[in-house]
């Protein structure tokens, strides 16, 4: 029978008096019998003796807190150069995030801020960023057609099949940039992820024709730190085509392809579809050659920061516990570190990208992106405005 709230308040003020004057061992077997009187949990219910059997009071804090507006202010800089990620991807990127803004004088800091800002947890940061961790979320719409039937020939990708732990199986895919009028002709943007380092590519394309799209992704191709092994692509005829399969044959690429209206089967190009293409240019159309030009040095300082000073997490572990998934993630680090870890790298293309890692500042890095993500906008508004006029010119008096 479910006690009254008033006879769980004279009970729990007749047990008090007692809990003052017992000992430790004593009130611990106290404490048992309210809860299992009264139906309080346990830290509930210690207050509520504590406090003489009436509302607990507030706890007063027991330390005073180690991060203050000290470690905030320098913090927020940190945080904006990478991104705005969350605290288990930024935390373990700190020491070395510092390293590189003090190395090109973005950044000036005591030993003790250095000291406190390498050693906070991701919790913390979390907690001293939270007024500035609110984004907008917006959908999008896919665009793939299926290819025509010789889709027929190119296997149905299987894990099995791929050394997940070996840099160079990549999954590839286009981005439409239609601004949400799928008509015309508009810009695409073809992204390459690799799947065991998360080492990203992404070139824009003026449609999704069969030459652009080969074109780009050979031009990728070649630019990667490691050779190609195997690609996977959706079902689309950009990539379903002769010409594709041809040239994974002569370089002895194994090609293989998603399962039909199976987006998960592709899902580390499609997250980097999101955290890279959509968070950078957005969901605006973009169908002029000055657009297309844009997005592409927007994509040339994207790589340098993706790569080099984007921790993220892969997934390790998967547990059912009833009803709830349990997942475990390894610690946030960078593709090129991950290719490092890897081996996956010769010696010269090692000191290469060392070099090239070591020269790039990330805060002027994050300001040529932002100049370049106006522009787009400043071009998506001039062409707005022009169409705009052309129509009220061409309207009858």
């Known amino acids: 029978m479910a006690l009254s709230m008033a006879t769980k308040k004279q009970i729990t003020k007749e047990m008090a008096r007692r809990y003052a004057r017992a000992r430790k061992g004593e009130r611990g077997r106290m404490l048992d019998e309210l809860c299992a009187l009264t139906g309080y949990n346990r830290g509930y219910a210690a207050r509520l003796l504590r406090s003489g059997g009436g509302a607990p009071t507030a706890r007063s804090r027991q330390r005073p807190r180690t991060y203050g507006a ?31 803004l003090e190395r090109h004088g973005e950044l000036e800091l005591s030993e003790e801020q ?19 961790r609110r984004r907008l979320t917006l959908r999008g719409r896919a665009t793939t057609r299926p290819g025509s039937l010789l889709r027929n020939q190119i296997p149905v990708r299987t894990f099995a ?27 695409y943007s073809l992204d390459l992820t690799d799947v065991a380092s998360g080492w990203t590519e992404v070139r824009a394309v003026r449609n999704r024709a069969q030459r652009w799209t080969f074109e780009a992704l050979t031009a990728i191709a070649a630019r990667l730190p490691f ?5 996977d692509s959706d079902n689309g005829g950009e990539f379903i085509n002769a010409q594709l399969v041809r040239y994974c044959t002569e370089h002895e690429i194994s090609f293989t392809r ?26 605006a159309r973009f169908d002029t050659e000055a657009e297309l030009a844009t997005l592409n040095r927007l994509y ?96 009858p008096a």
């Open 300 to 395: 040339d300082s994207l790589r340098l920061y993706v790569n080099y000073f984007q921790p993220q997490v892969k997934l390790t572990a998967k547990e059912r516990c009833g009803s709830r998934l349990r997942k475990r993630y390894d610690t946030a680090t960078t593709p090129y570190r991950r290719l490092l870890a890897l081996g996956a790298l010769t010696d010269d293309v090692a000191r290469r990208l060392e070099a090239e890692y070591r020269g790039t500042n990330p805060v002027a890095l994050r300001r040529e992106i932002t100049r370049l993500q106006r522009r787009l906008v400043e071009l998506a508004s001039l062409k707005e405005e022009t169409r705009r006029k052309e129509v009220q010119a061409s309207a």
């Open 161 to 187: 099949e791929w050394d997940q732990g070996r840099a160079g199986f990549v999954e590839v895919d286009l981005v439409a940039h239609d601004g949400g009028v799928a008509r015309g002709e508009f810009a």
């Open 114 to 132: 250095r000291a406190k800002l390498c050693a906070i947890s991701a919790a913390s940061v979390d907690r001293l960023l939270a007024a500035e």
């Open 70 to 100: 000290e470690t905030r202010e320098p913090l927020r800089k940190l945080w904006a150069t990478a991104g705005g990620i969350c605290g288990k991807r930024l935390a373990p990127f700190l020491p070395e995030l510092v390293a590189a």
């Open 258 to 283: 998603s399962r039909p209206y199976r987006k998960n089967d592709n899902c580390y190009v499609e997250q980097k579809n999101w955290t890279v293409v959509r968070r950078t240019v957005g969901w």
């Open 227 to 231: 050779p190609l092994l195997g690609l």
